[in-house]
Each structure stands twice: as C-alpha cells, then as structure tokens.
C-alpha cells in the first residue's frame, strides 16, 4: 500500500521521501516528481528524525506524512491469553510507535509552513473482533484510529488535518497465507459484498484525494475501504 501510495503522490508531482525496513524497492514511479529512498526502522526515533529531516531538505518544505507501516504475524499473533509477550510489545513498536514518532517530528514542520495533512493507516480489525485472534494487531490498529482522531482536534486550528483508512481485504503480500490457496480465496471473496478483494490502487486512490485541497474540510475522519464488509449485519 505504501509503495501504491508515494508513487501516485511521484506521478503527481510530489517530491518524497520512502522509508521502509525493506531494501529499496525496483517499482518506484520515474516521476514527475523526485524520489529518496532510506531503510531503516521507524520504530526507532534517530531514524525517524533523519527521515523527517531528509524530507524537509528534498521537498524544501513538508506538507504531507503517509504511515502505513504495519505488521500482522499470523500463527504468532493470537489471543492475549496466549500470546508471547514480546510479540506483542514488537507488534506494537511497529505498528503504533512508528506512527507517533513520524507525526511527533513531523508536526513541527507542518506547523512551519502553515499546515499540512497526515493519513495514517488502521483496518477494519479496529471495528470488529475476530474469530481468528490477532489481538496485537487489532488492538494496535485500534490505536492508531484513536491517535489519528486526536491529532486531529489537537491540530485543526493549525490547518493540519489528519485522516485514517481503514482497510478491509487487501490483496497484499501480507495475504501469504492465502497464496496456493484458491479456494480459500474465493471463501473470503463471497464474504465481500463487491466478491474481490480490494486493491493497492483503491488504497492509492482515496489517499491522494484525502491529502488533496478537494479534501480541504476532511479531518478527523475514517475512511473504510472494504467492498462493504462492515456494512454486513
């Protein structure tokens, strides 16, 4: 999602910076706009200040923060009652730490410039329990809904609005479990009301109009993209 993401934002013009734990990626978007690609961990605040600043020193100003790190591991991430403790201390380094300390370096900046907008990335786990626990990861991306909601309040006199995306079914590399297994696919499909599953382009898509000025009175708000699945009864 992050990669469909920055390089919607490098076929609009944007100039950014990616950061991920991942070596670089061979799919980044030529442009219009430029592109600095840093590894490294964004739990870990020295990164993220360099990450940041980078930014800041690329683009000359920083107008938009997109966060969509984000683990779930499967077999390892059950029921609390269960779970190793240091899953889910990881769990939550990685999926809620890194949002706060990206928005935590970044704000400042925004504030420089007169505002900016931010869109951090939940799921539908934040809504709904599961019959299949995966309790670090809902409750983690049941944070960061919270967290975005906050910044939000806190910041809209500062013209800096902060939006969620809750995603439902992703066809995404963290569906492994789903690869080689195309009947359980299509269960998971009929579940859906639009019978797919979504896309990184449908993530893409609803981002860039949220960081876009046609989103100009959207902050503090979530928006699910799920084919209709919490809509179910």
Do not use: C
């Not at 219009?32 to 930014?55: K, N, T």
């Not at 869109?119 to 670090?136: V, Y």
């Not at 995603?167 to 297994?181: A, F, N, Q, S, V």
Request: hydrophobic fraction near 45%; charged fraction near 20%; charge should be negative.
């Amino acid at each position: 999602m992050g990669l469909a993401i920055a390089n919607a934002l490098l076929e609009s013009g944007a100039n950014i910076v990616l950061a991920d734990i991942k070596p670089k990626p061979e799919t980044i978007a030529d442009g219009p706009g430029r592109a600095v690609y840093l590894q490294g961990d964004l739990s870990d605040e020295e990164f993220v200040r360099e990450v940041v600043g980078r930014a800041q020193d690329h683009a000359g100003r920083f107008d938009y923060l997109v966060n969509t790190v984000g683990v779930w591991w499967g077999e390892e991430d059950v029921s609390l009652v269960d779970m190793d403790l240091d899953v889910w201390d990881r769990v939550f380094e990685i999926n809620i730490d890194s949002m706060m300390l990206t928005a935590r370096h970044a704000v400042p900046l925004m504030l420089q410039n007169g505002g900016g907008a931010m869109l951090l990335i939940s799921s539908i786990q934040a809504l709904r329990g599961d019959p299949l626990a995966q309790d670090a990861y809902s409750a983690s991306k049941g944070a960061i809904r919270a967290m975005s909601k906050s910044l939000a309040i806190q910041f809209a006199g500062d013209n800096i609005r902060v939006n969620a995306i809750l995603p439902g079914y992703i066809w995404t590399d963290m569906m492994w479990r789903l690869e080689g297994k195309p009947e359980r696919r299509k269960e998971i499909e009929n579940i859906i009301p639009l019978q797919r599953f979504g896309t990184v382009a449908d993530i893409a898509g609803a981002s860039l109009f949220l960081l876009s000025d046609a989103a100009s009175f959207i902050t503090g708000t979530e928006l699910i993209i799920d084919g209709g699945t919490t809509a179910l009864p």
